[in-house]
Nanobody, 125 residues
Framework: QVQLVESGGGFVQAGGSLRLSCAAS????????MGWFRQAPGEEREFVSA????????NYADSVKGRFTVSRDNTKNTVYLQMNSLKPQDTAVYYC??????????????????WGQGTQVTVSS
């Protein structure tokens, strides 16, 4: 069992930065891929980024490549999403998720078993 709690969301102007954190409980955190997804009002939840168990492999949606950076600290059971050059279209609720054991940096929602409650990110123009 893994419990996930996101933090760090907020309101920022376009071009600004935010750093999201996701604190995990459970012994399996350091062995599984962690992902970030987001959901805007009226939209499907979409993949943003993922990092494998060791932090050596990452994956990004095309819309955030070059602006967002995912990382993790297994000693703190925490995964991070550094978001720079934010745009109004980045406005959404951001969720972290833990993948099933054995998956790499997958972008497929169904490969993730545990989800946090989400944190709101609002970017004004």
């Amino acid at each position: 069992q893994v419990q996930l709690v996101e933090s760090g969301g907020g309101f920022v102007q376009a071009g600004g930065s935010l750093r999201l954190s996701c604190a995990a409980s459970g012994r399996t955190f350091s062995t599984v891929t962690m992902g970030w997804f987001r959901q805007a009002p009226g939209e499907e939840r979409e993949f943003v980024s993922a990092v494998n168990w060791s932090g050596s492999s990452t994956n990004y949606a095309d819309s955030v490549k070059g602006r967002f950076t995912v990382s993790r600290d297994n000693t703190k059971n925490t995964v991070y999403l550094q978001m720079n050059s934010l745009k109004p279209q980045d406005t959404a609720v951001y969720y972290c998720a833990a993948a099933r054991y054995g998956y790499g940096v997958t972008a497929i929602r169904g490969h993730y078993t545990y989800w946090g409650q989400g944190t709101q990110v609002t970017v004004s123009s």
